[in-house]
């Protein structure tokens, strides 16, 4: 295989990106990279320091879009209708991106400051969503602990196909979301 002048980082994320949102994350392999981008896999290591610096890189990439589509989403909008535009949102992104989501769910590790700090403006999303229901900070917190499970519990078993009966999927998560906005009345009481 001839190498291929021109490369830059951002064709590498970009296929990158194509390879685990297609084929899965497990195969984005610095071997599957090279092979796609036609260069040889030394040549990789002139532009990323191998297959963790790439993970992370996509965790923050994953990051970022995911909190400016639930941004967007929100925008201009309160209570129900921000809750079910944010949901919307989420499992799009997670059937947009299947593999960049993937990489979205586990907590960053303090030492991940650039993805601890989209992290942290998700949260403060979250909470000025939440803010009209009038809950204190724990009961802030634990709903949202409960509409991420929610979503992600609802986009995982949709990626992992488990929902085989005929029934219409995007009315199931309407009828989720609506329950738990029942429950976030509920923890007003």
Known sequence: MSPRAGIVLDDIIKVA??????EGLQEVTMANLAKRLKIKSPSLY???NGLPE????????G?????????????GLEKEEAIHS???????????????????????????????EVSDKIIALL?????????????SIHAIRGFRSILHGFASIELKQGFGMPLDIDKSFKLLIDTFLAGIEKMKE
């Open 17 to 22: 990106v194509e390879i685990a949102d297609v």
């Open 46 to 48: 002139n532009h990323i």
């Open 54 to 61: 790439l993970l992370k890189r996509l965790t923050l990439l």
């Open 63 to 75: 990051a970022e879009m995911i909190y400016s589509d639930l941004k967007q989403a929100a925008n």
């Open 86 to 116: 944010l949901s919307k949102a989420y499992i799009a992104f997670s059937r947009r991106h299947p593999g960049l989501y993937e990489l979205t769910i586990q907590a960053p590790g303090p030492e991940q400051v650039e993805i601890v």
């Open 127 to 139: 909470v000025d969503v939440l803010r009209p229901y009038e809950l204190d900070e724990e009961a």
